[in-house]
């Protein structure tokens, strides 16, 4: 198929770092190519891909810092490219929330949007709603929960290439936390659970500017105990090393997670994973065969004390047959493939609209 | 004529205190409507109008504080209420940026936008140079200096109504300064010529979020002086009282202003200006005749020590002659007129556009 890729332009393709989106649209877009199809990314510069790259900004637009004063500007450029070139794909998939929508509409583009954002924000309800038609993808089936009336064509979990993360089978000797220090992210819990079972816990995490605050006031004074090391931001070559070595990973979060990568990379490694129930937690983690999915820290310091009854092994086999890039790249294939099979035959107004578009 | 006006969500229309773009939407669109016009405008649900009100949201979006957490979303869906109602009118006046053209382009829209922001930030340049077909108004020919490619139909400065500030002829005993405390508009320098001239200086401005840094390090210590008198923001019932009894205003900018609404305020009121050179202060200033143009410290303080050359009467001649909003509606009128006209007939394509979007 000949297919496009629109990622947001706040990171590169993948991102450096940090960056969920950026990340799974990377994953999504080499397995495309590696499968035979024809695929261009539209995406920052400075983006590394083994598709055609198609970019809409000089370099990721976080890199830039405060010479960047208006990223939607780019964004909207980068539409007006896509809608340009819209009639030599068969598909248009899109990652940037409903910023398309309107030239979807009115030009009659095939495409599909996946949602990688928390969608129980009500500014976001009436736009979905006057949207109505546009096929969507959630991450995870509890995504959806807050908008079941929107025109959701399936859900697809994302997937990490197989071979970017090593089962590592004899389990490691402290409990790992990766991602974001955020109010809901709840590191804070991490901690605690850490305390109590006497398990030493290494803190990989970045601070976003606007989580400072929390940071300074909330968690800085809990990181001042020998049980907790907390090493700042890691790179993805950084992250098998650090997850692998782990007895399990902590997933304390307090808030209705879209879908949660992390758990899945833990599990590439062979790492079983303690989540709270929350959001996307107990579609992703089976309990007491990749986890165990816990409402209160009693169950969560139960639950690392049980953590050798999990099977390494099992994890990493899990990992491959749910969670692969090349199984999230089958499903949108397949999903594609319905789509462009149900799309009608061009009306004469799509026709106009396309000469008008060439 | 049919008009509709679409106005930014942040504040209402118009705004309850700071809040220039609304406040000449507010303008505009009451004297459209006095002058016999048919007039719609999109705003948010606790806008005050002579109009018709299409609210877009139900309270400003600035108002509901940290409950709105995507106002882009409230403006998407309005630019989607205007476009279903877009062949109802002769003309559609936006005043929202770029954020409607992907929908104006594609569904020919009669359509002229206001561009109310400064236009010296490289960001928005490829969006413009995408879409160099639209009808754009500058509120100064100094606005424009970045962007002179852009299908400019006019500059059209703004207005205020004529009975919304009076001539206070007995010159008053202090220097004012209206507006936001920012490192572009140097009230630091307003205090400097207050110390200098010894002439008390009242500050009537509000600190905004991202200002508040800057305000605590180089403003507050700065307050502590007899001299200065610091009154936080003000409404709009007390500007004229507060504009008109000061003996002049006090501009002393540093950047390029787009318009600055504050100085013909405070003409309405017969008070004269000192401002820096900057922006569009040498197309609303008469250099000896409104106030004077200044460069440097030394030569606002010799400003201050002239101002009792300047008639007020003058000054509030000039204001009613060249900054009514009765003038101002006059001339988007006469624009309106000038679009409606070079707009070519529908073309087949434009109406299989019509009848999809009706």
Redesign the interface.
Known sequence: MRIAQVAPLCESVPPKLYGGTERVVAYLTDECVRRGHEVTLFASGDSVTDARLRPACRRALRLEGAK???????H??M??MV?REAYSFDIVHFHID??H???TR??RITAVTTMHGRLD?P??H??HR??AEMHLVSVSDAQRRPMPWANWAGTVYHGVPENLYQLRIQPGTYLAFLGRISPEKRVDRAIEIARRTGIPLKIAAKVDVVDEEYFESQIRGLLDDSLIEYLGEIGDEEKSEFLGGACALLFPIDWPEPFGLVMIEALACGTPVIAYRAGSVPEIIEEGRTGYIVETLDQAVSAVRRIDALDRRTCRRVFEERFSAGRMCADYLALYRTICDHEPDLT??DR??S??AA
Chains 1, 2 share one sequence.
């Open positions: 960047v004063i208006d990223p939607l500007a780019h909207i450029g539409i007006e809608a409903y910023l929508f309107p030239v009115r030009q924000i500014d976001v009436p736009v006057e949207f004469p107004r106009a609209l000469t008008a």
